[in-house]
């Protein structure tokens, strides 16, 4: 059975002490692993898209890496804005009915 | 270009009754998936529906059903309601089927009491 581990659970940084979220995954057949930020009562809101080991993304103060069992999320310098929880999701390549299988989330908080 | 847009904001119902959510997908996307998100979980897989169509699910019972009208919004439908199903019930479209971002609704909060 697909499954995704996220850890640490909660993490307190204070601003501009910079950290890793990870995601640990066993899904066979990847098609893509994602991730996304949720601030309290909405949706997720859409980050990042890795299809393949070895590739990097970024965008302002993330970075996302992902390995063959594993993706970090790399918090460089955060700011106070950026708390939020953050879901990592795999994607399984399934014929056409596709579907993503979250994580429990990172739950970040930036203390000013 | 509009966003996923979902219907009502909040919701409380009774245990035993039937409700509808419903969800209209971002400009140009024919798939729409729904989710459940317990407090503190993940959004869990509910089902996808691509050109009216169901196009997969996942481990919920048959009293959750969906549609997907011509104009690709969508309905969730719940009947029987227990106090479980208690949660934020999230819609999620894409571009097609095998569209790889999935782009998410401000979900609807139910309360089943």
New interface residues.
Partial sequence: EDQ?TQSPEALRLQEGESSSLNCSYTVSGL??L?W?RQDP??????LF?L?SAGEEKEKERLKATLTKKESFLHITAPKPEDSATY?C?V?KS?F??????????TRLTIIP | ETGVTQSPTHLIKTRGQQVTLRCSSQSGHNTVSWYQQALGQGPQFIFQYYREEENGRGNFPPRFSGLQFPNYSSELNVNALELDDSALYLCASSLDRVSYEQYFGPGTRLTVT
């Avoid at chain 1, 056409?96 to 989330?105: A, C």
């Fill in positions: 995704v098609r893509g994602f996304y009562g909405k949706g997720p809101e859409f898209t299809y879901l999701a994607e399934n056409g009915n596709e579907k993503l299988t979250f994580g429990t989330g």
